[in-house]
Each structure stands twice: as C-alpha cells, then as structure tokens.
C-alpha cells in the first residue's frame, strides 16, 4: 500500500512538474548537443560575436522587418486553424516587439524605464524560395495525432514540412505539440532543417482556438525572443536556485526560478529586492495577460543576433508586401476614390505593353487580391474587405514594381 501511495505521489509530482515545462527550448538544445557536440563550441562563438556587436558595433536605429511563412500541420480541422488567428499571432507580435501592446502601462513603474521598444516588426512572406507568389501560410494534413515535442514536424517525409530557408524567413510550425509544451525555439546556430520555431495550435494568436491563460500570443513572442537570442530570465534550464546562472543581459534582475499565474509586485529571489524578480518580462514563464515587457538589454542581444549570426535575416530579400522600395515610376498608376468604401479604380497612365500584375495586401502582409491587368482601366471591388489600411503593388515581370497605401473605410 505504501508503496502505492508512493507511486501515486511521484506520478502526480512528475506530471505535474512536466506540465510547467511551458518552454522546450532549453531541454530540445541540450538534446540537440548531445546530438551535434562541435554546437557547443558553435553556440559560444556566437554568443561572443552578439556580445561584441554590443560593445563596438554600430547602432543605427531603423526599423528591422522579419519575413515570416507560417506552417500549420493539422491532424484535426480544428488544429488547421484560420487565416484570423494567424493574423491575430502577426498583430501580437508587431505590438510587443514595438511596446505597442495595450498592457505595456502595467509595467511596475520601477521597471518602466527599463522597457524597450526593441524596433522588430514581422510580416507574411509574399515570395516562396521559387519566387512564385504566397500568402505566407502553408497547410499540410498529416496522420500524426501527436508531435511529442519532436522536431520531425519539420520534415514533410516524416508527415511534417520541411521549412523555408532559414536565413531568409523565420519559420513558424503550429502543431499539436504534444509534451506538455506550449512552444519551444532554436537559438541561432543549429542545422539549417530545424531552425525555427514551434508553437502548439492552442497557443497562437489571440483569436480562435485557444487555451487560456496562454491565450494573448504571447509564447510566441517569447519563443522568438529564444530565436533571437535571448535565454530565460533564470538562465539556461529548469531553475536557477542557487543563483548562479544569468542570462546574460545586464539590465533584467537575477532570478530563481520560473514565475508562473501572475505574482503580485514585488517578487524576490535571489536578493534581488527590493524589486524582485521581473516576471512581467516575455521571456519568464507568466499567464500571456500579465507579461508586458522586453528591456533594453534585451533588445540590444536581440540586434547583435540580428546584425551578426542572423544578418541573412535583417538583409532577406523576401518580400513583404508591406515593405520594399518602390522601383516604378509611382506616377505609372493611379487608384482611386482613396479612402473608399465598396470599389476602387485602378489606372495606368497607358496600356500595358507586358503583363503588370497587382497585388493588394492588408497592413501585415496577408495577399487579400492578385491578378494580372490588361485594361488601362480596372475596377475593384472591396466591400467585403474589412476597414483598414491596405496596400496595392504593382509589378512588372521583372520584377519592377510600385506601391500605394489604400484607406478602405465603412
Ligand atoms: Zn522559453
């Protein structure tokens, strides 16, 4: 009987401790040196070349836009989740990398100084690695009912799909996860076929399928703070109880142990009163509605990764829509009414003499229309759009195009 009661206790202990695994970047990176021993030394040389573009290298502030191609494995229907939840992931993560998240005024007033708008925005790619035109999002039906955490959901002989380049697009998994996890990363440096990231269907975006309290999108936001760089607030691993560990940025405060829930203000460990620990930071283990907040020092590794081990990444010449330099003449079209509210008039200066494509995207880079024009006069029709901004490209086979915003209002 004793010893029943004992298996019972451990099982309920162990399960339960599996279940706070929110995160396993740490664990699958261990797992992947034991693996790959020379990434060890990689990952040191790495991290040496962040931390001296932190001393000595140039900082220009522009902002860095991150082209993103979302892949959803789905076993389920309700696992192949809509394009409004990967939408609403994309919202999240352009408001927290720029400190433009609502709930950014609940930073404690003592870490308020600390909070960086860390100046990263993301998109949907518009381009696949054949150039041939994307919403951003693949979908792949699978028989697996159940990842267990494994990487092979990157692998589409393995009933996965294999990612994009890596040094061009940060690759998105959305999968059942399975483990107990909510998402898990790569830090820069491992192979090529399993950089990225992998969220559980649950967990991502703010609309749609969703488990509270991991509901606001927010372990993507730290899963890509991981993919950037960026360890726990404890260090690597499960705690930090004897306060050893850092995660080597300056400016967060030492820290124990995870946090989990939502702690009152001040929480201290590791005698770091009278502020305690920063638990309201993306990269502690809280509910998404009371994580609020990256630091500076935060956003300082986050561009030494990307003006280092990660420049393919800040130099990719995938396109986003929303972004790029405009190479036609902009007076080569025009579009109008602007703002409109049901139909809008597309109208080149004079025929077409090659094909001319347009493409109209919505602000973070979803394709909402394509086609190719072949009157000097084209009518549009938007009344289903819903109001926003949204920008119309036009390009030429070579690849020449143009951009406008267009304002459609209801
Ligand atoms: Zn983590």
């Known amino acids: 009987m004793r010893s029943l009661i004992v298996f019972f206790v451990s099982l309920f202990v162990s399960t339960n401790l599996f279940a706070q695994v929110h995160c396993g970047t740490d664990e699958k990176l261990a797992q992947l040196i034991e693996k790959y021993p020379e990434l060890k030394q990689a990952r040191q040389l790495i991290e040496q070349q ?8 140039e900082k220009v502030s522009a902002v860095i836009t991150i082209p993103v191609v979302v892949h959803v494995v789905y076993n389920t229907s309700t696992q192949n989740i809509s394009n409004a939840q990967i939408l609403s992931q994309l919202e999240v993560l352009n408001e927290d990398y720029r400190k433009l998240n609502a709930n950014a005024s609940n930073t404690p007033s003592e870490f308020q100084g600390l909070a960086a708008d860390v100046e990263v925005e993301f998109c949907l790619a518009s381009r696949d690695p054949n150039g041939n035109w994307t919403d951003g999002i693949t979908r792949t039906e699978t028989d697996v009912v159940n990842w267990n955490g494994s990487d092979l959901v990157k692998s589409t002989s393995d009933g996965g799909k294999d990612g994009w380049e890596p040094s061009k ?7 059942n996860i399975g483990s107990g996890l909510l998402g898990y ?5 491992v192979p090529s076929y399993l950089d990225g990231v ?8 703010k609309t749609g399928t969703l488990q509270p309290p991991y509901n606001k999108g927010r372990t993507t936001t730290h899963e890509i703070g991981h993919w950037l760089g960026l360890s726990h ?9 004897n306060c050893n560990a850092s995660d080597n940025v300056s400016d967060t405060p030492a820290q124990a142990d995870p946090n989990y829930g939502c702690p009152s203000f001040p929480h201290e460990s590791c005698n770091n009163g009278p502020n305690g620990d920063m638990f309201m930071n993306f990269l502690d283990y809280t ?16 561009l030494a990764v990307l003006n280092s081990s990660r420049s393919g990444i800040k130099n990719s010449d995938v ?6 330099v405009a190479e036609l003449d902009n007076n080569t079209f025009d579009i109008y009414p602007n703002p409109t509210n049901k139909q809008f008039t597309i109208e080149l200066k004079e025929l077409p003499h090659e094909p001319i494509f347009y493409t109209l995207v919505n602000s973070i880079g979803l394709v909402m229309a394509r086609a190719t ?3 000097q006069v084209t009518q549009i029709n938007i009344a289903d759009y819903q109001a926003g901004v949204y920008f119309m490209t036009l390009e030429t086979e070579q690849g020449q195009k143009a951009i406008k915003k267009l304002l459609i209002t209801h």
Do not use: H, R
């Open 233 to 241: 607030l404890w260090g690597n691993g499960l705690s930090n109880t």
């Open 185 to 189: 990363a790569y830090p820069p440096g």
């Open 287 to 302: 509910n998404d509605a009371c994580m609020t907040m990256f630091t500076t020092g935060q956003k300082q590794k986050m």
């Open 198 to 205: 992998v969220i559980g269907y649950k967990y991502f975006g």
């Open 319 to 324: 396109i986003c829509a929303t972004v790029g």
């Open 373 to 375: 024009l072949t009157e």
């Open 169 to 175: 697009y940060l690759n998105i998994w959305v999968c």
């Open 50 to 57: 962040a931390q001296d573009w932190i001393a000595n290298g």
